[in-house]
């Protein structure tokens, strides 16, 4: 008769005639499967955590900031590049930040009007007809503070405006080598000329893109979303002659976008072509930038199609055989830049039109691709 204060083994119930040695066994065998199945678990557990990680890690690679350096000689084409993302990726201006750049169009208005007077002058040519000469004296005696807080045009100025622009000796004078107004507007600005001296003018975009807002140097940052990135725009005004000083702070930007203008082929001293290419040569070769790559904007291309027909190209360039082909000046001037690559970087030239935002549009398509690449190395994921 068996004791019923004897205590059975947990695993006795499995089989009657096994004894306690083996059901110890048996429960050995079991705890090792047991431990392999917890092992097993905890493995797939670190390897699914290690997963969510990486994703988690990839999001924010794929939402990080990516630090672009935007520079130039010419400060009026990369303002408006900073104008363009604004319109572009950060759904446009306030009605009052557009009425912020009235003055800057008004005194446009009124120096061009003034210059266009001056230049006729100049050359010894008058307009043809008599109520054109007394509108010249309305341009040139008209107020030029154009910030002052109670500054409005006279009634006469935009009439005298619009009339001499009529006048059959302005394309004349815009026919003439001596005669080349480099950021000119005027053929924008002047038709429309009764709207922009209203006392109800309120800046459309594309006002506010062909404006050029006097800077006194320094760096302004833009920030706004590009598909997977965020993007960084530091835009570098001025400050030429202590650029040594200052460069190595943006050492770690992704890309630099460096705009030249292609109708400054002519130009002397310190905005001249010449000029863009030393600083050219001076960025593309800083031993700051040696892992960055180089978006070239050439601008200007209408101004450069116009300016290429009454300045020919080899009178500054003899080795220069294209003529007046504007797809052979482009890649010419193009050519200067890219020997200028000692570092052999990368570089990505496009031609644009900074005041076309449909242009504009079009090559940052192709710009976004080159910058989410350029992240893509720098993150070591390429």
């Given amino acids: 008769m068996l004791d019923s204060t004897r205590t059975l083994h947990p695993l006795a119930n499995l089989h009657p005639v096994l ?5 110890r066994g048996l429960q050995k065998v079991l705890g090792i499967l047991a ?23 990839d999001a924010k690679f794929f939402k990080r900031t990516c630090n672009i350096l935007l520079m130039g000689l010419n400060d009026s084409d990369t303002s408006a590049i900073v104008k363009q993302m604004k319109i572009v990726h950060q759904s446009g201006y306030s009605c009052e930040e557009l009425l912020n750049f009235r003055p800057s169009i008004w005194r446009y208005l009124i120096e061009t009007s003034r210059c266009i007077v001056q230049d006729l002058r100049s050359s010894g040519l008058q307009p043809t007809t008599h109520a054109n000469k007394a509108n010249c004296k309305h341009i040139l005696n008209h107020p030029t503070d154009t910030n002052h807080p109670e500054f409005f045009f006279r009634p006469e100025f935009a009439n005298a405006v619009q009339e001499l622009w009529a006048d059959n000796i302005i394309p004349v004078l815009f026919k003439s080598p ?45 920030c706004f979303p590009m598909g997977q990135l965020s993007i960084r725009l530091c835009h570098v005004v001025g400050q030429r002659s202590e650029r040594k000083k200052w460069i190595h702070v943006f050492e770690h930007v992704t890309s630099i976008i460096f705009c030249t203008s292609l109708p400054d082929y002519d130009r002397r001293g310190e905005y001249g072509e010449g000029q863009s290419l030393v600083l050219f040569d001076s960025v593309i070769n800083s031993r700051w930038f040696l892992r960055t790559s180089i978006i070239l904007f050439l601008c200007g291309i209408v ?8 300045v020919p190209l080899e009178d500054y360039f003899p080795e220069y055989t294209g ?59 390429l």
């Fill in 303 to 310: 101004e450069f199609k116009i300016k290429l027909s009454k």
């Fill in 178 to 222: 001596a005669y080349f107004p480099l950021a000119d507007n005027a053929a924008y600005f002047f038709p429309d000329v009764h709207r922009l001296t209203s006392k109800e003018y309120i800046p459309s975009s594309d006002d506010i893109l062909r404006a050029h807002v006097t800077s006194h140097g320094g760096t302004t940052e833009t």
């Fill in 323 to 381: 003529g007046t082909d504007i797809n052979k000046g482009a890649k010419y001037i193009l050519w200067r830049f890219m020997q200028a690559n000692r570092a052999r970087l990368n570089v990505y030239p496009h031609i644009t039109s900074v005041s076309d935002t449909s242009n504009i549009r079009l090559v940052f398509v192709t710009v976004k691709e080159t910058i989410l690449q350029n992240a893509l190395k720098e993150s070591g994921i």
């Fill in 35 to 57: 431990w392999k199945k917890r092992l097993a678990a905890e493995r797939a557990k670190a390897r699914s955590d290690e997963i969510d990680r990486q994703i988690e890690e």
């Fill in 19 to 23: 004894s306690t040695s083996k059901l």
